[in-house]
């Protein structure tokens, strides 16, 4: 009857309105069931986390939280209170958390081997082939994968020591913001004091270079129009002046977008002219794409926002497709000069992180996430211009994709960092239902990661938590 194809319109109409996004996540707004947070069942927990692990805990001091249950942006703590994600454990989830077609295809393989050291199967042979196929044309066929230890700082030591062991060389030149990883090696090319303050003593013969951070240039060029590249002039006086007191080092390594130094985005053409710099004096190129990298960016790696290409890049976090540790390098086959055995590990085989990083890729492809980013992080970037215009303290909003940092400053002009609103404003938005991290230079900057999943909707949900939190700390 008429009216019977009048509703199923409506209803396909409605099916159509609905992201096809929908389906991954709990639900469609955050919730806060307690009077207070953290609820008592979290107290609880956090307690007696106290009491067993010490005072190296970190994230739980920031958002006192005890997680339960999390599903795509949503995740709820013990105390069934619902809150939108937009850290994602740290930038590792971000086909969402427990994504289902990645879970369905983790139970297509019962009784699979978990962990196979460097033996191949597979997932393994299907995972790299697949990785490497999806390198940028350029690159194709030019590249070999090498899995090692589960974390990012694993990447970056395998990173490290091919470049040694390929040049003969053994300093290395960082930038200033960029964030590494804790392993001896990692921590020696990362820049922050306070990480390396009590560290035994770090590898030799590493030296850190201004990174290109627009809005606080170290060479106080922060005028849009003002900028020369002065710092590239700096970088290429150190590799190139007889007396520039620096030992030619075996590689640069360099995050293509600051991640943890606070969404850092260089200008255009800057990437490029330091890669060519290095290049020309025999320096190697290793990206770090830990963080930006695995589609956060709107790209597999945030290095295709430009034209500089790398020897060596350094993958983590998201590649395990749900949360998997795994790592990797990538690098350029004439590097492979290793011989068997050089470096080694026990945790280089994590089958589900293959198989669910492998599904990760292919989901990527089959729902275009990649136009997802672009559309919704170009959506949050203009909301969060508009909340930008509302409050004096907010300095900088900068965005890649679904990677964000807004700069707290205590005024404009000066730019003076102010890291205790930055902290204000994690805490009221935990309190309201919204996950968010710190970082920067001077932990000023309230860091966005949320899962590339995410819908229209709750990204606009996450934000209504934002803006209301400005406003709360506008009006103290
Ligand atoms: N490199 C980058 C760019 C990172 O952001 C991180 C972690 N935040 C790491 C390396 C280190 O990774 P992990 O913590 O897994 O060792």
Partial sequence: SSRTSLSSDKLLQFISSLSMFDRYHFSEDARIITSTVPGPESEELLRAQEELEGDNISYPKGIPIAFDKAKGAIVTDVDGNMYIDFFSSCGVLNLGHNNSDILDELKKYPDTIIQAVDFPTKARIEFSKKLLDSLPEEMRGQYKVNFGGPTGSDAVESAIKLARINTKRHGMIAFQGGYHGMTAGALSVTSKLSHRKDAPPLIPGVHFFPYCSPYRCPFGRNKPDGCDFECVDFFQNALENPHSGIDKPAAIIIEPIQGEGGTYIPKEGWLERIVDIARKNGVLVIFDEVQAGFYRT???????????????????????????????ILYKKELDVWKLGTHIGTFRGSQLGMIAGLAAMNLVEKLDIKSHVKLVGNLMHKRLLNVQDKFDFIGEVRSSGLMFGIEYVKDRSTKEPDAELAKKVRKLAYENGLLVEIGGYCDNVVRFLPPLVITETLAHNGLNIFEKVNAMCQNE
């Fill in 298 to 328: 709107g790209k597999l790696f945030s290095f295709e926002h430009t034209k500089a290409i790398p020897d060596i890049i350094t993958m983590s976090k998201g590649i395990g497709g749900i949360g998997f540790p795994l790592s990797l």
